[in-house]
């Protein structure tokens, strides 16, 4: 009875798995040059009566090696559409319809914000603004603001980029070996700063700017010397036209910060949507237009007398790389595209490659076998597919695994090669459950990083 229950469970109820690579970073963990793996429970038993839902991250067998087991987040859907610009993903029903940004429910976004990564210098702290007197910044994290003012990060004038370190949690981004081959390149203006602000008597304005390439995006906090009648606000200017063509919203309701009270606020731009929030409640959205230019920075201003902040943090969100193959999917019936967190690092949808080999003997008999194609690296030349080996007195000798997983060993001859296939999709029938909780490691398990890792998986 033990041995069948245990069986049951583990096929159809819930399983419990190791996460082995960061692909998912910062959803889940899997790392060996700091030794932190997540382990997860998988939810077998949802997807026997339902089918799988965008943004839910799924374990799968791998299409192109089903001996393997893969888990990614569900971006497109059966049927559908799926298109990567700019780093965002946009959706269509078919060529007919105009292209739709994808965005994804709070806990989701919640889930994928990275933190920028502090060890860059470039982030590392604010930089006073020429004509800045009397204020006084500590890090990222403190600004003391006397007098009108302005502070921007980053501190070279350059953008926001994609930060291969930024996302992971506690001291682990500095032990990161790979970090130094995948520096940011891409400028991302998917943003969030989040922090607090103590703003003196005499303040007028405590205001954010946000900009996004020729795109000046304004948050706008009423200090205590404002009009009684003053409204948080949210800003948008196109300033590359002659007009500086722009748009508004405002909270619905008069409102300003009282002077030496702690307020927190957040400010971000994430899908082509502008949110200001005051003490966690959302009070002005405003959408804007997509811009093809992503060159961002983050600019804190200060009108009046002056305001303390602290607890500064910033974030960015996921900019998905288009990889080599393409940016744009057309998914059949039944079929979904999954692509990592960390796209940086991700063996997904977008890279996904079938080769095919024939050989005298069994397992092909002449005929053409699929298996996935992954070239080892200088670094691991052992481990690939197919690894082609010389030394052989009759010449090359090919290992290589099939769809299914089995490994066949085999002379190179000509004709041997056949052509390479783009293999992007999941098949339904291979969609094994949804991922739920991470139930370790918890400190001190995690060593010197006191890192928590129980949590929910969203």
Known sequence: ??????????????????????????????????????????????????????????????????????????????????????????????????????????????????????????????????GTRGWTVTGRAQVSARGDGAVRLPNDNGSVLDNYRDGYPGQMAGKLVRAQQNPGVHPVADLRLTGEVRALPGARAVVVELREGRQLHRFELPGPAAAPDARPRITFQETSTADGAGAEAAAQAAWRLSAGRATEFAVQNVDDQLRLEIDGDVVATLEIPATPNQASSFTLRVEGEGADFEALETWRDIFYTAGTKGREFRIPPGHYVMLGDNTQDS???????????????????????????????????????????????????????????????????????????????????????????VFWPLWPATGDFGIWRLRFVR
């Open 1 to 130: 009875m033990a041995i069948v229950m245990a069986v049951m469970l583990k096929y159809f109820l819930v399983e419990a798995y190791k996460i082995p690579t960061g692909s998912m970073q910062p959803t889940l963990l899997g790392n060996s040059e700091t030794g932190i793996f997540d382990r997860i429970l998988v939810d077998k038993f949802s997807y026997h009566y339902r089918d799988p839902e965008r943004f839910e991250v799924a374990v799968f067998k791998y299409p192109l090696d089903r001996s393997k087991s893969f888990i990614k987040r569900i971006v497109g859907m059966p049927g559908e559409h799926l298109s990567i610009q700019n780093g965002d993903l946009f959706t269509r029903a078919d060529e007919s319809q105009p292209w739709t940004i994808l965005r994804r429910s709070e806990n989701v976004q919640r889930a994928v914000w990275k933190r920028l990564f502090e060890g860059d210098a470039r982030c590392a702290t604010w930089r006073t603004l020429d």
């Open 347 to 437: 063996s997904d949808s977008r890279e996904w490659l079938f080769t095919s080999y024939r050989w005298d003997g069994p397992g092909s008999n002449g005929e053409f076998v699929r298996g996935n194609f992954f070239p080892p690296s200088p670094r691991d030349p052992l481990n690939g597919n197919p690894i082609q080996v010389s030394g052989d007195p009759e010449g090359p000798r090919v290992f290589f695994r099939d769809e299914w997983g089995e490994l066949h060993t085999f002379l190179l001859r000509p004709g041997s090669l056949g052509g390479q296939e783009e293999a992007p999709y999941v098949a339904r029938e291979l969609v094994v459950g949804r991922a739920v909780l």
